[in-house]
């Protein structure tokens, strides 16, 4: 589980000489930040965390439903043109 210290920072160099190590504390001490250029690039986590993180962001089919707006826009063409035919009789 992840302590309640800072994340590292690993700057990428170091990350691929160190890679074994880098998995390591992601394991013991919690997510590791790997930089390039001196910005965060990427987050090395538990893959048990990662499972979390991902469940957590998908809605459920109830928060979908109860939405307020719709996720995508589905385009419906225009109904001009389109003709309602007269029933038939039924013998």
């Avoid at 994340?7 to 394991?27: I, M, N, R, T, Y």
């Avoid at 919690?30 to 965060?40: F, K, W």
């Avoid at 979908?64 to 039924?90: C, D, K, N, Q």
């Amino acid at each position: 589980m992840a302590s309640n210290t800072a994340a590292k920072k690993w700057p990428v160099q170091d990350a691929k000489a160190h890679f074994g190590e880098l998995l390591e504390a992601s394991l013991t001490e919690g997510p590791q930040i790997v930089t390039r250029r001196g910005v965060d690039a990427a987050v090395l986590v538990p893959v048990d965390q990662w499972r979390r993180l991902e469940q957590a962001a998908r809605p459920t089919l109830k928060d979908l439903l109860l939405a307020e707006s719709p996720r995508i826009e589905i385009p419906v063409p225009p109904r001009r043109g389109w003709h309602r035919r007269a029933p038939t009789a039924l013998e």
